[in-house]
């Protein structure tokens, strides 16, 4: 466990506005006992001072690869041998571009080739340089070679665009890299519902609604860094995810739970996020239905099963954690759904709220177990998901 060592971390900061954060980021990992030293590109320093960097963590900043001086206080190869992990945040596009070349001509690119340090990134950068093709198939080879992204997360940056580039927040990357180290979770094996389902009316029509599966895909990521075997069933969303996780790609809810059921028996943990369609047409027709000259059709519905209620009675040994979406009386519905349902926790959004919930990359949601209620403020999705699984962890611990 992270307690009981005083890990070595090399913070590397590159040019981009998001490098003001990184002197949180830095305060977040001293805070908590880790000893951090610093490496400045000299872009960077466009944006930060290296005194400001020297102040926080208590070292001379290292800047450059060839100065006899700096290598006679600690040289490249003696920074990479010292460092237990390697964070580069913020990291622009041009520093993914020469990592992924291989690039050894400053210090970063030269620490990074000789360290057998873990890795992570936390990119910044303008939401087109972000989703550039060249970008992609740089981040698509560092992650092939075991560097671990952690966003960038949506949002407005400087340039006034409102999209994904934005570095992710100081705290959601120490959160993810001490989740990533623990792995409190190892060992378990977690099934995560997420998405909409999808009921077919006739062969062009079908009863669905907005999720869009974000939190799901979020939980199930969250998971895997926790060290656990994840199986992510999923309705059809336009999301992608680690392929570590096992996804499974479903239509309808009767689907969803022929998958859950047959991972079910040697599974630990079933977290529901999916929005299952409450109820489904009681026949598909086979041809499309036509138009006639009546104003009205009815199509009668008949209901789906409720997956992780039926789930949660029939394997009483494993946690369950629900989700659920309301418009008014949040705590009053979800304390009723968690006992209905038989879960252990429900998590709790306000969807009345516009800014978050169902399409946003944000959410504020409160936790009810039988005995405790917790509230997590707004926040991205992926670090709710990972203050959710350290919730799951937590429990996890009291159990045994
Ligand atoms: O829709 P509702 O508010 O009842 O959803 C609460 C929880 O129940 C969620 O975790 C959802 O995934 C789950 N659920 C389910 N099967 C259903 C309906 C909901 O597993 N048919």
New binding site residues.
């Given amino acids: 466990m992270l307690d009981d060592k005083k890990l070595n971390l090399l913070l590397c900061i590159t040019g981009s506005i998001a490098a003001y954060k990184s002197v949180d980021l830095a305060r977040l990992f001293i805070k908590n006992n880790f000893d951090v030293r610093v490496v400045m590109t000299e872009a960077s320093k466009e944006f930060i001072t290296p005194l400001t960097l020297q102040a926080i963590s208590g070292h001379q900043v290292h800047e450059n690869l060839l100065d006899t001086e700096a290598e006679r206080a600690m040289g490249h190869i003696e920074l990479a041998k010292w460092a237990d992990l390697i964070v580069i945040a913020p990291c622009s596009a041009e520093t993914i571009s020469r990592l992924a070349q291989g690039r050894a001509d400053d210090l970063l690119g030269a620490i990074i080739l000789a360290s057998e340090a873990q890795k992570f990134i936390a990119p910044a950068m303008n939401m087109n340089m972000w989703s550039n093709q060249t970008t992609q198939q740089n981040v698509e080879y560092l992650s092939s070679i075991g560097m671990d992204f952690i966003g960038p997360s949506k949002g407005e940056q400087a340039c006034g665009d409102n999209c994904y580039g934005r570095m992710s927040e100081p705290v959601e990357i120490y959160e993810t890299i001490i989740l990533t180290q623990n792995k409190p979770l190892a060992g378990k094996k977690i099934i995560v519902?997420a998405g909409p389902t999808r009921e077919q009316i006739d062969p062009v029509r079908f009863i669905s609604n907005n999720s869009s599966g974000k939190m799901g895909f979020a939980m199930a990521e969250a998971a895997l860094r926790s060290g656990a075997e994840v199986i992510l069933i999923t309705g059809p969303v336009s999301l992608s995810c680690s392929p570590k996780i096992k996804r499974l790609d479903v239509q309808t809810?009767d689907e969803m739970y022929r998958e859950a059921q047959s991972s079910m028996s040697d599974a630990d943990i079933f977290i529901?996020?999916?929005?299952?369609a409450?109820f489904k047409p009681a026949h598909e027709n086979i041809q499309k239905i036509k138009k006639t000259d009546k104003d009205r059709l009815n199509i009668q519905l008949q209901k789906?099963?409720?997956?992780?209620?039926s789930l949660a009675r029939e394997y009483t040994d494993k946690r369950f954690m629900?989700?659920?979406?309301e418009t008014e009386s949040v705590e009053e519905h979800a304390k009723s759904?968690l006992i209905k349902?038989g879960l252990d926790f429900i998590v709790a959004n306000d969807v009345s709220k516009s800014d978050i919930g169902f399409d946003s990359d944000y959410n504020e949601v409160s936790v009810f177990t039988d005995n405790s209620h917790q509230f997590f403020q707004k926040a991205s999705k992926s670090l709710l998901a990972i203050q959710l699984v350290n919730l799951l962890s937590q429990d996890n611990q009291s159990l045994h």
């Fill in positions: 519902t809810a529901g996020c999916a929005a299952v409450d789906n099963i409720d997956i992780i209620s629900g989700f659920c979406a759904k349902k």
